[in-house]
Structure formats: C-alpha cells, structure tokens
C-alpha cells in the first residue's frame, strides 16, 4: 500500500510539471505574441512619423532605420511572422524614400534581404494544398507571404531609384529574383498587384541602372535564372520560358532607353554574352551547360561535382524508379515550343543591339557569328547553332529589310547546303530540320522581296534553283536515341570556356559526342505538306516575283513540273499546288510557261490519287482565269 501510494503521489508530481511547464510556455508564447505585436505597432508608427519628420530631423530617424533593420537581420535567426518582416521592410522603404543618400551606407545590408526575402516567398509552398494542415493556417500563412512578397519588392524599387549607382555585384541575384517563374506571370497564384509591382521593377532596373552593371550582371544573372527556371516545381514550359524572357526584356528596354554614347563601351560584353546566351538551342539538345538544368527538370539524372555542386553534362537513358513521385512538377513535356521562345527573346536583344550600331562595327561580330555556327560538330548528327544562325538571319532580315541584303552573301552558301540536304545535313538535324527550313525560307523570302540592287546573280539563282528542287522529297529525319555523353564542365554546369568568345567556338564542339544510336524515320505527311506549301512554296514565289526575267521564269517552272511528275503522289500534290501558288503571284507573266504545263496537265488529269486530281482542277480554274480563251482549247 505504501508503494502504490508513493507511485500515486509521483504521477501527481509529474502530471503538475507537465502543467505547469505548459503554463509557462503558453506564458511564453503569449509574452512573444505580444512583443511582435509591439514591434510592428512601433515600425508602423515610425514610418508614418519618418515621412512627416525624416527630413527635419535626419540623424534621429537614421537610428530609427539601423534598429529596423537590426530586426530584419534577427529575423533570419529568431522565428519571427512574415507579417512583422514585411512591416519593417515596408517602414525602411518609406526610410529611404525620405532620407534618400543619407541612407547609402545601410544599401549594402538591405539589398541583400530583400532578394532573400523575394527568393523566399516564391520558394514558398502554400501554394500547394496540404490536406493534415488547417485551411485557415494555410491561408493566414498565404496572405502573410504575400504581404512580405509586396513589402520587399517596394523596398526593392525605392532602393533601385535612391541607389542605382551603388548596385553591382548584387544586381545579379536581386535581377534573377525579379524574374522568377511566378512573379513573370498572373496565372502562377499570386495575386496580379504582385506580378504588376514586380514588373515595374524590372523596368525601373532597365531605365535606371548603369548599362556597364546590367552588362556585367548578365552572365551570373542569366545562369541564376534558367536554373530557377528549371528548378521551379508545378509550372509548364511556357511559364519557364517566360521567365528566362523577362531578362532578355530588361536587356532590350536598357538598350532602348540609353543612348549610343552609353553602350558604347559595352557592345563588344553585350555581344559576346548573346553569342553565350545563342547556345541555348545546342546546350538543351546536348544536355550541356544551361541545357542540363532542364534536363533535371525533365527528370533526367544530373551528376554531381566533385566539390558537391551540380554538374550539368551527364545524362542517363533509363528512368529511376523513384522519380515517378515527382512527375507532378512538370506540367508540359514539350520543350519545342520552349526552345523557340527562349531563342526567340535573346535574337530581339541582339537585334536591338545592332540597330545602335553602324555597318562597320557589327559586320566583324555577324561575321564572326556565321562561323561559330557554321563549323560542323565532332559527333554523327550536325549541330544546332546552324539553325540559330538562320533564326538571326530571319530576325534581322525582317527588321532591317533591305539593309540587310547584302549580309545575305555570307550566309547563301550555308543555306544552299542545308536546302539541298548535302551530305545529309538537313536530315541530321532530326526534329529541327523542319523548323530550319522555316527560318532559310523566311530569311530567303525577305531577302528576294526587299532586294533592290539585283542580289540574285546567275550563279546564284543557279544554286538557289537546285536547293529548291531538292526540297520536293519526302525528308528522312536522322534522329538519335539512347545517347549518353559527358560534357567538360565547371562546379556550376558551365562549359569552361564560356566566357571567351573567342575559343567558345572551338572548345563547346569537343563537348558534343553522340556514342547512342542513329533512327532514320521518314516526315510524315502533315509534316511534308507544311514544309512545301508554308515555307518552300512562299520563298519560291518570292524569287519568281523579283525576277523579271522570262527565261529564269521558266526554269523555275521545270524544277515545279518535275516534281508534279514524281512517282510519289505526296510530292505530286505538291509540285501542282506549288504551281497554282505561282499563278495566284504572277498571273499573266506565268501564260509564257503555259505550253510546259500543259503538256502534263492531261496526264496529271488521269492521276489515280484523287488529291492529286483535285489539286489539278483547281489549278486550271486559276489558269483559265488569266486565259482570254478557254483552257480546253490548249489541251487539244
């Protein structure tokens, strides 16, 4: 009986400990409750006297900001609410605003927490619904986020209008934070006033910021970025896009908003980081560089550096097991569309860039730029820094029009070769050999409409002529699979040599080997009708229209009429279709080819593939159309 009752006695004991240690620590929690509550009452209150006062009393309301920001700094620390960080970063703003460059020797320590306070909202997870979590926590939690989200990029932009000058090596990351897959777009979550403020930052940082520090920001900025844009869960393609754009934006508004005095010093960095930047097609089919953070992305297995940071240039044919969990941070697979939009932001940079230039400072860098792009990769399938130089050539083309027609004699050859699918080029571009010919055509196609001064020699329509003949086949698309490939690169998944513009070129081609295996599939249909019809058919009539001369005219037409009497239907349809087109351009001034045509319109009449024979009724429609007399009567 005495045991049990001193084990009674000694669970009492315990049962009052654990009591009163919860008192106590209710007591303490309520204690801390309320100081927060209190400090962010007092920084609430000094902001508001700050913006009446700061200006009269200066030295009292500098102490007032150090102790603000002695909070900030306690905050990484200490526990403390987004709601009381996001108060005391919207007081400083409100500091700086008033007292302006007597706040200068604090922009160094305040910089950096914004960007921190900016990386760890939209690294943030309440996004995701959490089903043992209360709905109410979540969202308290949520809007309290956003709060400090809101808070930090107003101290961001007053900091960026009061000290522009003083940003340097922190531009890089507080950029790269700006341009964060979730602040570049309103259908990410939060709320649009967030996605609007944060674009007026960016904004402010093109108009504002010295062009020396965005230029010599870019590089670290761009690697932050398309690494953020990779690692971002939950998001497609076109949002990781659009946010590797939002810095190419800032570039282009810099560029537009300062004069030619400005950029002068920095054109030849500019220059050599679009040069770094126009890689992005070849890194992410390598899956070197930049390009193996989205193969990460893609959940493919990245190996890890010696010094535990990432590697970029391993990849790995089969799929781990374990990676099905995480399917779920990948919204769109398709990385096409997001390749072409990528490239498609950095070329509007290097464009704008040249329309500050004169002809005799950008001809070496275009120079320079074709032979980067022509060199032909050490491993079995041709390299993609081709078809980037064809995308350029079409941007710039379409910008400068007839200026540009005389750069076209640098890159003619190059386009010949690749219409013409010499020694298989064409083919060895696999998927982008469609999108290849797009850009030839479009570029071609500009050039032979804003010509002026008679480009197209003899010899050249000579040439030309034979590559557009050579289009009229079924393409045979050389794709590889099963690859593995190891890529010299840095702790941090750069090519050591990136930074030279110089031995760039040579270096990146020893780190593209394709040891997988090579399949030869043939373009389907869809794919071969809108190759020929949108994209060899515009450009040939293009050349038809700008020729002005009968006898070209008619070997233009004996190129079509072969082709309408090839033994493959597919390519028939074509050859008649491409006619017709030439018809609709030209009209009358085709009636001189009449007798060729002709002479295989009764054949082509008995076709036995019904598309082909509907091809060719609608085309004598267009014929007897700019006939004075009926159709049937050359048939005779």
């Known amino acids: 009986e005495s045991d049990e009752s001193d084990e009674d006695s000694e669970e009492e004991g315990d049962a009052g400990d654990l009591e009163e240690g919860a008192n106590e620590a209710k007591t303490k929690n309520q204690k801390k409750k309320g100081w927060y509550v209190t400090n962010s009452a007092a920084t609430h209150a000094l902001a508001i006297l700050a913006a009446r006062y700061a200006q009269h ?19 990484h620390e200490a526990d403390m609410p987004y709601s009381l960080v996001a108060t005391c970063m919207a007081s400083l703003a409100v500091f700086c605003k008033t007292l302006g460059q007597k706040l200068l020797p604090l922009f160094t320590k305040i910089i950096p927490h914004v960007t921190s306070a900016i990386t760890t909202c939209v690294s943030n997870k309440l996004h995701v619904h959490v089903l043992d979590v209360d709905a109410q926590e979540v969202h308290r939690q949520r809007r309290h986020c956003v709060l ?91 949002h990781r896009a659009t946010s590797i754009q939002s810095l190419f934006l800032v570039l282009q508004r810099s560029i537009d908003a300062h004069t030619q005095v400005d950029l002068k010093g920095q054109v030849k960095p500019l220059f050599r980081f679009l040069a770094t930047a126009l890689q992005f097609r070849s890194l992410v089919a390598s899956g ?14 990245v190996a890890s550096g010696e010094d535990g940071e990432e590697s970029v240039g391993k990849r790995v044919t089969e799929a781990d097991d374990s990676s099905d969990d995480d399917d779920d941070d990948i919204v769109d697979m398709d990385t096409s569309n997001f390749v072409e939009l990528v490239e498609s932001a950095c070329l509007e940079s290097f464009s704008q860039l ?64 690749y219409l013409a699918n010499e020694e298989e080029c064409l083919s060895n571009l696999g998927g982008d050999a469609s999108v290849m010919v797009q850009y030839v055509c479009s570029s071609l196609n500009n050039c032979f409409t804003f010509d002026a001064e008679g480009f197209v020699t003899d010899d050249r329509f000579t040439s030309l002529l034979e590559s557009f003949a050579s289009q009229f086949v079924i393409l045979k698309l050389n794709m590889s699979v099963a690859k593995k490939s190891v890529a010299n690169v840095d702790g941090d998944g750069n090519n050591e040599n990136e930074s030279n513009d110089e031995d760039d070129d040579e270096d990146n081609d020893e780190d593209e080997h394709d040891s997988g295996d090579v399949l030869s599939i043939e373009e389907s249909e869809e794919e071969l009708f809108d190759r020929i019809e949108n994209h060899v058919v515009p450009c040939l009539v293009s050349l038809a229209d700008s020729l002005g001369d009968e006898d070209k005219l008619k070997e233009l037409n004996k190129i079509v009429l072969r082709a309408c ?20 351009q030209l009209g009358e001034e085709m009636n001189a080819t009449l007798p060729d045509i002709v002479s295989i319109l ?4 008995e076709d036995p593939d019904e598309t082909v024979e509907r091809s060719v009724h609608r085309l004598m429609q267009e014929i007897e159309s700019h006939l004075t007399e009926p159709l049937a009567n050359y048939l005779k």
């Open 148 to 238: 400090l989200l809101t808070s930090a990029l107003e101290l961001g932009l007053v900091c960026v209008q009061q000290y522009s000058s003083m940003f340097s090596t922190s531009l890089a990351p507080f950029l790269a934070a700006c341009c964060h897959p979730r602040l570049c777009a309103s259908d990410m979550g939060l709320p649009d006033a967030v996605v609007d403020k944060t674009r007026a930052v960016r904004e402010v940082v093109a108009d504002l910021m010295l062009p020396r520090f965005i230029t010599q920001s870019l590089p670290a900025c761009y690697k932050m970025v398309c690494r953020n844009a990779a690692a971002t869960n939950g998001v497609s393609w076109v």
């Open 565 to 584: 009497t090839d033994f493959d239907a597919r390519i028939r349809v074509c050859g008649v279709r491409t006619l017709f087109a030439l018809y609709q």
């Open 354 to 417: 040249v329309m500050t230039l004169s002809d005799q400072v950008f001809r070496p860098y275009f120079l320079h730029f074709v032979d980067w792009a022509s060199k032909k990769s050490v491993g079995s399938l041709e390299n993609r820094r081709v078809v980037t130089l064809a995308h350029l050539v079409h941007v710039l083309s379409s910008r400068l029009k007839r200026y540009f027609t005389p750069y076209f004699a640098h890159v003619l050859r190059i386009f010949s070769k």
């Open 602 to 605: 009764t054949e082509l009449l």
């Open 288 to 301: 070197t560089g930049v390009g193996g953070y989205f193969l990460a992305a893609n959940g493919t297995e």
């Open 57 to 75: 009393v200066p030295d009292v309301f500098m102490k007032h900001a150090k102790t603000i920001l002695a909070l900030i700094d306690a905050s």
